[in-house]
């Protein structure tokens, strides 16, 4: 045999006993074997290097050193879910799809692993690219890393497509958590705090050989792309194991909340049995169709819902009670624990939110506290033991006076909030404002972190976020763990960010009750931030879902002089103030205040481009048909029912070719 033929038979041979080892958990040879194999395998490579391949069994070990990690967009966005408690949140849920969809929906009920979110994209049938979730919109290339994890395959079988991705969590098996934890404890050093935290720092290592010497397992659970050759869910979970792919085979199809809650209930007493963490049941709309017609909302698929096992809970004693300042000038108190394990981690400290809150539970300093993981991430005081409270112990104060910079605390009549009004000379308002501006979301000013603010701010080089654009190499080259190279890098990403589109810019403001969707909104209505700040309050409200707290807090901000000076000086670095020629082209205002449906399949325009032509042409796009629907527009297969609806409510219908028509 051919060297060439010999190194390509072993590879396979190997590829095949990986498989049925760290995939199938049925090992036909033993790990001496397997690894005198591997040994020959390195040698011929050695020998032969000409015969080089980057998905090569060999390579499982890493070796390869990422400095620096490279954002990369989502082709298609990675959404969070909405998450659900009772039996009442899902019948709730089923209430709404049924609304919205027509005939019989089953539901893929699968277990929501607690580990680190990630995509992989496969091409020709070979693993090219890794990224982990991020924001939803784009995350950290961390491929040479999950390259090492031996139950993802480098190479495919079976009848995959061409390119597609494939999403699950990375996730740290407990019994290598506790091996791992062992090593270190024996070695002196701090053990690790939880397996779904170190599988995450895991993926962010340097050396990648580090990270395929830790036992990381990958558990797949949705596909994404185009002719996937599957028409639900629980069919795409089976083309995904017959392909390669560790998929866990207690996915269960279902067809009431009946059913479901059976499931939720039996995986609630034995998630404990389970080899990895989980902290619920992920419940899907099977039919790919029907998940097509829920679509999604600003942060959530409509077709999905998790749901949340019971938050454990744990009892401590609060030591005291502190209290922060938010970027808004919001007060939070926060209790001070004495330290105790709950739900994998050690909680030290937990949100008390605010006045009423400390009032209705009578929390008190020296209590002893119940405390739970809220959806299993925040931790918050639930109840108080008052069996064990000191009979001396006196009601809680709750503070008048801005614990930074001492200002008078105010509480406006309906909210719940105590604030500081002093927003230009409180230093967690001025840090809080200027991190929002440069984050992720908003101005992703690359080489500069919330760390670097603090230091920028504390040590007098900046006092607002226009400031950051007047600042210089030679200025921030003498701040603490700041080299030429990282200063050079700080001042490039600030004059990279003038280029963020000016949604992004006006939600980087700071604006209060203005996120995300809504600065999306306001932007692509007024066009620039000159007609945003001439508009009134009300032809703000008269904007699609604008209220009246959103448009007051607008108002209020571009009325206040030292904002407006903020807004010029910005202008005046080149920031994007109005919508770019580019996204303006093709815009219309053909389709203004107008309110579609979409319902069934298309065929030259897919369902997701007709919404983007509505929006384009300043139309609006919802799930459900009420009296406020102006058109249905009807594709192949839509549900009788939506027609019936749409008739009685005498809305015109339009196919594909009346809708395209529309905006000739």
């Keep these: 045999m051919s060297p060439k033929n010999k190194i390509n038979a072993l590879r396979e041979e190997l590829k095949e006993h990986n498989y049925n080892y760290y995939v199938l958990d049925k090992p036909e040879i033993s790990d001496?074997?397997?690894?005198?194999?591997?040994?020959?395998?390195?040698?011929?490579?050695?020998?032969?290097?000409?015969?080089?391949?980057?998905?090569?069994?060999?390579?499982?070990?890493?070796?390869?050193?990422?400095?620096?990690?490279?954002?990369?967009?989502?082709?298609?966005?990675?959404?969070?879910?909405?998450?659900?408690?009772?039996?009442?949140?899902?019948?709730?849920?089923?209430?709404?799809?049924?609304?919205?969809?027509?005939?019989?929906?089953?539901?893929?009920?699968?277990?929501?692993?607690?580990?680190?979110?990630?995509?992989?994209?496969?091409?020709?049938?070979?693993?090219?690219?890794?990224?982990?979730?991020?924001?939803?919109?784009?995350?950290?290339?961390?491929?040479?890393?999950?390259?090492?994890?031996?139950?993802?395959?480098?190479?495919?079988?079976?009848?995959?497509?061409?390119?597609?991705?494939?999403?699950?969590?990375?996730?740290?098996?407990?019994?290598?958590?506790?091996?791992?934890?062992?090593?270190?404890?024996?070695?002196?050093?701090?053990?690790?705090?939880?397996?779904?935290?170190?599988?995450?720092?895991?993926?962010?290592?340097?050396?990648?050989?580090?990270?395929?010497?830790?036992?990381?397992?990958?558990?797949?659970?949705?596909?994404?792309?185009?002719?996937?050759?599957?028409?639900?869910?629980?069919?795409?979970?089976?083309?995904?194991?017959?392909?390669?792919?560790?998929?866990?085979?207690?996915?269960?199809l279902t067809s009431s909340t009946k059913e479901t809650i059976d499931f939720v209930n039996h995986w609630d007493i034995h998630r404990h049995e389970l080899?990895?963490?989980?902290?619920?049941?992920?419940?899907?709309?099977?039919?790919?169709?029907?998940?097509?017609?829920?679509?999604?909302?600003?942060?959530?698929?409509?077709?999905?819902?998790?749901?949340?096992?019971?938050?454990?809970?744990?009892?401590?004693?609060?030591?005291?009670?502190?209290?922060?300042?938010?970027?808004?000038?919001?007060?939070?108190?926060?209790?001070?624990?004495?330290?105790?394990?709950?739900?994998?981690?050690?909680?030290?400290?937990?949100?008390?939110?605010?006045?009423?809150?400390?009032?209705?539970?009578?929390?008190?300093?020296?209590?002893?506290?119940?405390?739970?993981?809220?959806?299993?991430?925040?931790?918050?005081?639930?109840?108080?033991?008052?069996?064990?409270?000191?009979?001396?112990?006196?009601?809680?104060?709750?503070?008048?006076?801005?614990?930074?910079?001492?200002?008078?605390?105010?509480?406006?009549?309906?909210?719940?909030?105590?604030?500081?009004?002093?927003?230009?000379?409180?230093?967690?308002?001025?840090?809080?404002?200027?991190?929002?501006?440069?984050?992720?979301?908003?101005m992703d000013i690359e080489g500069l972190g919330g760390e670097t603010v603090t230091l920028l701010v504390n040590e007098g080089l900046i006092g607002d976020y226009a400031d950051l654009y007047e600042l210089t190499k030679e200025q921030v080259i003498p701040l603490e763990r700041m080299a030429e190279k990282s200063a050079e890098n700080l001042i490039q990403g600030i004059i990279a960010s003038r280029k963020i589109p000016f949604e992004r810019v006006l939600f980087a403001l700071g604006i209060r009750y203005v996120g995300e969707t809504v600065a999306k909104k306001l932007a692509r209505h007024y066009k620039s931030v000159d007609n945003l700040a001439a508009a009134k309050m009300d032809e703000l409200i008269a904007v699609d879902e604008i209220g009246d707290r959103i448009a007051e807090s607008v108002v209020d901000f571009f009325q206040d002089e030292k904002k407006k000076e903020l807004v010029e000086r910005l202008k005046s670095h080149g920031l994007q103030f109005m919508v770019s020629e580019e996204e303006l082209k093709g815009q219309t205002d053909k389709l203004e205040g107008k309110t579609f449906v979409i319902s069934g399949v298309f065929e030259k325009v897919s369902r997701n481009d007709l919404k983007k032509l509505i929006e384009k042409n300043g139309g609006k796009n919802t799930g459900s048909i009420s009296s406020r629907t102006d058109y249905l527009v009807a594709g192949e297969n839509m549900g009788p029912s939506k027609r019936t609806k749409a008739e009685n409510l005498n809305i015109p219908i339009l196919n594909e070719e009346d809708f395209l028509r529309m905006l000739k």
Aim: contains cysteine.
């Design 32 to 252: 001496f074997e397997f690894d005198q194999k591997l040994k020959e395998l390195q040698d011929l490579e050695a020998k032969y290097p000409e015969f080089y391949d980057v998905n090569s069994p060999t390579l499982r070990v890493g070796g390869a050193v990422t400095k620096n990690f490279t954002t990369v967009a989502h082709e298609q966005r990675m959404y969070s879910l909405d998450n659900s408690y009772s039996k009442e949140d899902l019948e709730d849920w089923e209430k709404r799809i049924k609304k919205i969809v027509d005939g019989n929906v089953e539901y893929t009920c699968e277990l929501k692993y607690d580990g680190a979110s990630i995509s992989l994209t496969y091409e020709k049938g070979e693993l090219v690219r890794a990224v982990t979730r991020g924001d939803g919109l784009q995350g950290d290339d961390v491929t040479n890393n999950v390259r090492t994890i031996r139950s993802v395959p480098l190479k495919l079988r079976g009848d995959y497509p061409d390119k597609f991705e494939i999403r699950g969590e990375i996730v740290l098996p407990l019994e290598g958590f506790a091996k791992m934890n062992a090593e270190r404890v024996e070695a002196g050093e701090e053990p690790y705090s939880n397996p779904r935290n170190t599988a995450s720092g895991s993926l962010k290592l340097q050396d990648s050989a580090e990270v395929a010497k830790r036992p990381l397992d990958c558990l797949l659970y949705s596909l994404v792309g185009e002719n996937l050759n599957c028409s639900s869910q629980f069919e795409s979970l089976q083309k995904a194991r017959e392909w390669g792919f560790k998929v866990p085979d207690v996915a269960k």
């Design 275 to 442: 080899p990895y963490e989980t902290d619920g049941v992920v419940i899907k709309v099977n039919s790919f169709q029907q998940q097509e017609e829920l679509g999604h909302t600003a942060k959530a698929p409509r077709w999905a819902m998790a749901y949340k096992f019971k938050a454990e809970q744990a009892s401590t004693r609060l030591n005291k009670i502190t209290y922060q300042v938010g970027r808004t000038g919001a007060i939070t108190p926060v209790a001070n624990l004495e330290p105790v394990q709950l739900a994998g981690t050690i909680v030290k400290r937990a949100s008390l939110h605010n006045a009423d809150q400390i009032e209705k539970l009578d929390v008190r300093e020296g209590d002893m506290v119940y405390v739970e993981k809220g959806g299993e991430i925040i931790p918050k005081i639930v109840g108080v033991d008052f069996e064990n409270r000191d009979p001396e112990s006196t009601p809680t104060v709750y503070i008048d006076r801005c614990p930074e910079c001492e200002t008078p605390l105010i509480r406006k009549e309906g909210e719940a909030q105590h604030y500081c009004p002093n927003d230009e000379g409180c230093p967690p308002q001025i840090i809080g404002r200027i991190q929002h501006f440069i984050s992720r979301k908003a």
